[in-house]
C-alpha cells in the first residue's frame, strides 16, 4: 500500500454512493492525508484549505470537471495526482472529495443563508490556530477562483460585486493588503465573509439563470 494504511481502507465503503456525506472516519482521513509529512509541498495543507476551495467551486460560475479540479489539490503546478497514491488509494480518495463537494453543493441548494466556512464550525485551541484556519480557508477559495479565472473575470469588473470577493483575497494574504488593515478592519472582513459568500452564490445562480 501507499500513503494509505490498509486498515484504513478497509474502513472506508468503495460503494458509497457518490451523493452521500462524508463520515466521521472519512473526513479524518482526507484531514490526516493534508496534513502528512508524505504530502508534496505543493499540495493543500489543511482541511480549512480544501474547505476554501471546494466552496470556491461551489459557488463560482461554471461546473469544473473532477478530473480538473481534484489533481490541483496536490500538486497546482503540475495538476497532477501524487505517484505515491496506488491506484485503488487514489480511487477512494476522488470519490471522497467527489462526495465532499457534493455536499458544499446540496447546502447552497437547500440553505446557502445557512452556510458556514469550517473555521466557524470548529473550535481551536487558540487564537493563533483560529488566524491560521482563516487565512488557509481564505486561501482555498481563491485557488478555486484561479482555477477558472477567467470565467470569475465579470464579478470583479464591477466594483460592487467585486468587493464581495475582496475578503477572502485579502485574509488569504496573497496581497499585501493584509498588513495595512487594523484589527477591527480584520475582524470586520472575518465577519462579513460567509455573508460575501452567499451574496457571490446568488450573484453566479442569476447570471446562469
Not at 468503495?14 to 456525506?21: D, G, K, N, T, V
Not at 497532477?80 to 453543493?105: N, Q, W
Not at 483575497?169 to 493584509?178: F, N
Not at 487594523?182 to 442569476?206: A, C, G
Request: net charge negative; hydrophobic share 35%.
Amino acid at each position: 500500500m501507499g500513503i494509505i494504511k490498509h486498515t484504513h481502507l478497509h474502513t472506508m465503503n468503495p460503494s458509497a454512493p457518490q451523493q452521500s456525506p462524508l463520515s466521521t472516519e472519512e473526513f479524518a482521513l482526507l484531514k490526516s492525508l493534508l496534513t502528512s509529512d508524505c504530502r508534496p509541498e505543493e499540495s493543500f495543507s489543511s482541511i480549512e484549505m480544501l474547505d476554501g476551495y471546494m466552496i470556491a467551486l461551489t459557488v463560482g460560475p461554471e461546473v469544473i470537471e473532477p478530473d480538473i479540479w481534484i489533481p490541483n489539490i496536490w500538486n497546482q503546478e503540475k495538476s497532477e495526482v501524487p505517484s505515491y497514491f496506488a491506484a485503488d488509494e487514489a480511487k477512494v480518495i476522488g470519490e471522497m472529495l467527489v462526495r465532499y463537494l457534493h455536499t458544499t453543493v446540496q447546502q447552497f441548494q437547500t440553505d446557502p443563508d445557512g452556510f458556514k466556512p469550517t473555521f466557524e464550525r470548529v473550535k481551536y485551541s487558540n487564537k493563533q490556530q483560529k488566524e491560521q484556519a482563516i487565512e488557509d480557508w481564505s486561501l482555498g477559495f481563491a485557488m478555486g477562483i484561479e482555477l477558472n479565472h477567467e470565467s470569475w473575470k465579470p464579478l470583479f469588473t464591477n466594483e460592487e460585486t467585486g468587493m464581495l470577493g475582496m475578503p477572502m483575497l485579502i485574509l488569504s494574504k496573497v496581497t499585501d493588503d493584509y498588513k495595512a488593515l487594523k484589527k477591527e478592519e480584520i475582524s470586520d472582513m472575518v465577519t462579513l465573509l460567509p455573508d460575501f459568500v452567499v451574496k457571490i452564490f446568488y450573484y453566479w445562480k442569476q447570471h446562469k439563470e
